[in-house]
Each structure stands twice: as structure tokens, then as C-alpha cells.
């Protein structure tokens, strides 16, 4: 086979590995359904709110409110070089050439964790190590009779200097909306998620563009990839078609094959990507239940602790006895659509047995029970509306076509959903900036 076929071939399966790169990406972003804040727990997530803090930042040179900001100053410079050379008859000769350029004098940039905020609430962000995709709010050319001249930039100029420097920075400013996709973990303060970088992290996007824009973005460069692969491919048989003697010049058969061939791999790399889309969603809803799991085994962890705090009126309290026996059902977590006890919230009857019974409210220890069998509710409402959540969303990918004909010869089900339940979920209370 002629080398030229061999690395246009190379070059262009290449390419269709970085187009699918792409693919994947957005296919992520369209497999992930918008949480509302407070129905996020554990996993990948996708959001859409503004951008809030407490204590907001200053960028430093358009001075805005913001969240995070980048700057930099760049110096102009120009310069005449003179050099010698030797020309085709040998004999040395002088010439002068002009250069130019902007060259990074100073540059910086500070962010810190800070909220989004949706019509549910609030969540964190821990911005680092996230693809941070700000809006420009400075831009500026001055020379040194402007006092930013110095002023934002080092007091020394550098080499060949024009005197002007231009100054640039860019922000997400406060209540700024924002699309961001990233995992979301337990915060080690309080009963609340928050979204951070992560080793097994698939995609952070912290973006001030919308999803369709973040989206179409990445569908862009597919396919700019993938019609440079087939450039590449067809211009491999051109080139060693052409290098041939005009006897022995292929005809339009190579191309063919060459297109064919390309088109499709593009084919196989489709439907492999949306098998591992498919997959991947699965697996994900498969994590929302075991965190449903998770939590009522922790709540049921408690119960013992309960049993001592009101072992003294369950002898004599129905109302107690019967609280105690419920709590006792759910000891572990029953797959939606499989029968077993309907899970219910506990809160209220805690709440409620405590004004009952003077004692128990006095109670140290049934306080602390309280507060903990409280907090695990919040867990096990936040893991049940992802889960629903997600769950939703996998149902309804299986019913898209084309997907659905790989779900169905993949012998993919949909997830049934949990039932209405009275956990309550308390919302993050923080002091944000106006």
C-alpha cells in the first residue's frame, strides 16, 4: 500500500478520535436532565442559576462584583532587524525586516468558592479545576499618559517598548446566570451538596453560556473533525494517486473505498458512543438508588439509639410503639415497583411525640436522636429526588429514536419511579450579597 494512503488513513482515524471526544461530551450534556438545587445529592449533575456569593470579589481592573475574574496586561513592541544572507549565486547580501508584537507583561486572576442560586435554593461551587468559560468586562489600549499604564501595570517597560499597552480581564459577575455540569458531593459542614472537581470527573463546565450554546459548541467541532478526517483520507489516495505515472493512475475506486471506509468507522463510532451513553445513564440511575439505600440503612442505624431514648413510653404509648415498628420496616431499601414498605418521613412525628411528652423534650439524648434521624431524612429526600430525577430521564432516552432501537436490542427497561413521600429537606441558609 502507498505510504501517502497509509498516513492520510492515520491522520484521518485520528481525527475521528477527537470528533467522537467531542461526541461524547455532548452527548453527556444532553444525557443529564437540570436538577433544581434542592434535589441534588450525589453524582453528576447539570444546573442553571446565577451567580451569588457572601463575600463577592473585585476584579482588579474593571473593579466589577463577581465570583471569580483573570486578568492580564500585554506590552506593544516593534523593532528593524538587520541581517545577512546568501543568495542563489552565493554572494552575500544585507536586508532589513520590521517586527512587531504584544508581549504578557502582567497577569492574575482570584476566585473562590461561591453559590448558585435557582427558584429552590442555593448550592456551592467549588470552582477549581473547572473548565471556566467568563464573559470579557474590560478591554483597553492606553498609552503612558493614561494613568492605568502604570497604574495596573509594572513599572518597567520592556525592550523595543511602542509605549501602549493593552488591558484585558474577564469575569463572571455576580448574578450572573450560569450553566454548570459537574459532581456533586456531600458537604463535610452541613446536610447539603455542593458541586467540586473530582479525579473521575467526566465534564466540569462552569459557563456563562447557556446549555444549547455549550452543547452546539461541542457539536461544532465534531463535525469540523470529522470532515477534516475525510479531507485527509481522500487527500492521502489523491496524493499517491498523483506521485504515479499517468499509466498507472488509479480511477474513482479508491475514493470510494476511502469515503465508504471512513463513513463507516463514523458509523460504528456513533453507535458505540451511544451504547456507552446509554450504559453510562444506566449506571448513573443505578447510583441515585444505592444512595437511597445508603441513607435508609443509616436511618435504621439510629433506631437502637431511639429504642433507649423512649423504651419508657413505648410500653405505654401506641402513638411511640407504632413510630418505633415503622422505622423498623425500612431497615433496608426496596426497588421502586417491588413491594415492600412505602417509605415515609419521620420528622413530624418526632416533632410531634417530643411536645407530647414533657421528658423527652428535656431529653438530651433525644434531642440529638431528633436532630440526627432529621438530617438523614434530608439525606434520603435529596437522594430520592435525584434519583426520580434521573430516573425520568433514562426512561425518556429510551424512547428517543434512533436510541431507541440500541436500547431495544440491548434489552434495556425503564426505571420505575418512587413514590410521593413526607421527607422534608431543609434549605441551605446563607447570607448572600445584594
Known amino acids: 500500500m502507498d505510504i501517502a494512503i497509509i498516513i492520510g488513513a492515520v491522520a484521518a482515524l485520528v481525527c475521528l478520535i477527537v470528533a467522537f471526544r467531542f461526541f461524547h461530551k455532548k452527548r453527556l450534556i444532553d444525557d443529564l ?20 456569593s457572601e463575600s463577592p470579589l473585585t476584579s482588579r481592573l474593571a473593579g466589577a462584583s463577581c465570583v471569580l475574574y483573570e486578568w492580564h496586561v500585554d506590552e506593544h513592541w516593534s523593532r528593524t532587524v538587520t541581517e545577512t544572507y546568501r543568495d542563489a549565486q552565493g554572494h552575500m547580501q ?10 504578557t507583561v502582567a497577569r492574575g486572576s482570584d476566585s473562590a468558592p461561591f453559590y448558585l442560586k435557582d427558584d429552590t435554593g442555593i448550592i456551592r461551587i ?50 450572573t446566570p450560569l450553566y454548570v455540569v459537574g459532581q456533586a458531593r456531600q458537604r ?19 459557563s456563562t453560556r447557556t446549555e444549547k450554546q455549550v452543547s452546539t459548541g461541542f457539536g461544532i467541532w465534531l463535525w469540523v473533525w470529522a470532515v477534516v478526517g475525510l479531507i485527509l483520507a481522500v487527500a492521502g489516495v489523491l496524493t499517491a494517486n498523483l506521485t504515479k505515472p499517468p499509466l498507472l493512475r488509479m ?26 451513553s446509554l450504559i453510562g445513564l444506566r449506571q448513573r440511575v443505578q447510583q441515585a438508588w444505592a444512595q437511597v439505600d445508603i441513607q ?13 431514648a423512649v423504651e419508657g413510653y413505648a410500653t405505654h404509648e401506641r402513638e411511640v410503639q407504632e413510630l418505633v415498628t415503622k422505622l423498623r420496616q425500612q431497615m433496608t431499601a426496596t426497588p421502586p415497583g417491588v413491594a415492600g414498605p412505602d417509605y415515609s418521613g419521620f420528622a413530624p412525628s418526632l416533632r410531634a411525640t417530643v411536645e407530647q411528652y414533657p421528658n423527652l423534650k428535656a431529653s438530651e439524648l433525644f434531642l440529638k436522636l431528633q436532630q440526627s434521624l432529621t438530617e438523614t431524612e434530608q439525606r434520603i429526600a435529596l437522594a430520592r429526588d435525584y ?25 434495556l427497561r425503564p426505571q420505575t419511579l418512587l413514590g410521593a413521600a413526607d421527607f422534608e429537606r431543609a434549605p441551605v441558609q446563607v447570607k448572600l450579597a445584594d
Open 188 to 206: 463535610e459542614d452541613i446536610v447539603a451538596a455542593e458541586v467540586a472537581n473530582d479525579k473521575n470527573n467526566q465534564l466540569f463546565i462552569t
Open 296 to 308: 435508609l440503612k443509616r436511618r435504621y442505624d439510629l433506631i437502637p439509639n431511639l429504642i433507649e
Open 126 to 175: 467549588q470552582p477549581e479545576g473547572a473548565k471556566i468559560e467568563d464573559k470579557e468586562v474590560f478591554d483597553k489600549t492606553v498609552t503612558r499618559t493614561d494613568a492605568l499604564y502604570f497604574g495596573k501595570g509594572p513599572a518597567n517597560e520592556i525592550a523595543n517598548t511602542d509605549h501602549r499597552r493593552r488591558l484585558q480581564e474577564t469575569a463572571i459577575q455576580l448574578h
Open 387 to 411: 434519583f426520580n430525577n434521573i430516573a425520568s430521564f433514562y426512561n425518556a432516552r429510551l424512547e428517543i429514536v434512533p436510541d431507541r432501537l440500541i436500547a431495544s436490542s440491548m434489552k
Open 33 to 52: 436532565p437540570t436538577s433544581k438545587v434542592l434535589g441534588v445529592f450525589i453524582g453528576l449533575v447539570e444546573l442553571k442559576g446565577t451567580a451569588e
Open 94 to 103: 544585507t536586508r532589513t525586516r520590521h517586527e512587531s508584537g504584544w508581549k
Open 251 to 276: 480511477n474513482w475506486e479508491p475514493y470510494v473505498i476511502a469515503v465508504g471506509g471512513y463513513i463507516f468507522i463514523m458509523a460504528v463510532g456513533w453507535i458505540w458512543t451511544v451504547f456507552n
